[in-house]
């Protein structure tokens, strides 16, 4: 059953004329399903972060449909849209987007806190979650005092702490080292795996891509094609870059 459907999503950026406006997103469909773990791919400039905030509802489209779990987001008042989010959407970012002034563990906390969540269920979930990522152990240090990695596995583990119905990622991997990319790419397998969320990242780096289930490959605002991984993580990281070479996908996108 799918999570997210998105039906010819345009997303237009005006200039001062007609003439200077920009079409970043020519028309998507797209569907998500339940429990997938889905990567968006292509060249730099393709719209592929566009596309991100455009489902997720951080950026408005200009047309065109999206529903998240049967509703339409698109046409929620901003209000309605920021409540949404905060209770149905997990989010991760490039530049993890912690407070500084909280701990780790308040950091993980605050969406529970937000909705005046019970405080031993607050405590119970994020010990839980924390430990899951095998950052229970820091929990009361403060971002700036811990790597990126584990800084990243905080925003994730802040991410699912309200059970969101979906997570987003803008490239979750693209500040970390090889080593912290492994890890924090492990944490959404187990995700992915043992909690059934339904997962959905940007990224330019085909190693991260290699954990999905499936490569959602855009070119010039529009899908130029797609793949499901077969065999094992080698082959399927051998079958996107494939696809990017065949894309004309620059240095950085392979």
């Known amino acids: 059953m799918p999570v997210l459907n998105a039906s010819h999503v345009v997303k237009i950026y005006k200039g001062m004329g007609k003439s200077n406006s920009t079409t970043a997103l020519n028309g998507i469909s797209l569907t998500i399903d339940n429990g997938e773990f889905v990567a968006i791919m292509g060249p730099s400039g393709s719209g592929k972060t566009t596309l991100l905030n455009i489902l997720s509802g951080i950026d408005k489209l200009t047309s065109g449909d999206i529903e998240i ?9 901003k209000n309605e849209l920021a409540l949404f989010r905060r209770q149905h959407l997990g989010f991760v970012f490039q530049e ?5 002034s909280l701990t780790l563990k308040e950091n993980v906390m605050l969406p ?3 909705d005046n969540k019970n405080p031993e269920d607050i ?22 005092t811990v790597s990126g990695g584990q800084q990243q596995r905080a925003a994730i583990s802040r991410a699912i702490i309200n059970n969101p119905d979906m997570i987003f990622a803008d490239e979750p991997t693209g500040n970390l080292d090889s080593k912290s990319s492994k890890n924090v790419m492990s944490c959404f397998e187990k995700l992915n ?14 190693f991260a891509a290699s ?14 094609m797609e ?10 990281f051998d079958s996107i870059l494939g696809c990017l070479a065949v ?3 620059d240095k950085d996108d392979l």
């Open 69 to 77: 779990s049967g509703q339409g987001i698109n046409v929620m008042t």
């Open 96 to 100: 993890f987007n912690l407070l500084d």
């Open 112 to 114: 529970m806190i937000l």
């Open 123 to 144: 405590q119970s979930k994020t010990n839980e979650v924390m430990t899951m990522f095998n950052i229970a152990d820091i929990m009361d240090k403060y971002p700036y």
């Open 193 to 206: 795996t043992i909690n059934k969320n339904t997962i959905l990242i940007v990224t330019h780096d085909s």
């Open 211 to 224: 954990y999905c289930n499936r490569v959602i490959f855009i070119k010039d605002g529009l899908v130029n």
């Open 227 to 236: 793949i499901r991984k077969e065999g094992t993580r080698k082959d399927f």
């Open 247 to 249: 894309m004309g996908g």
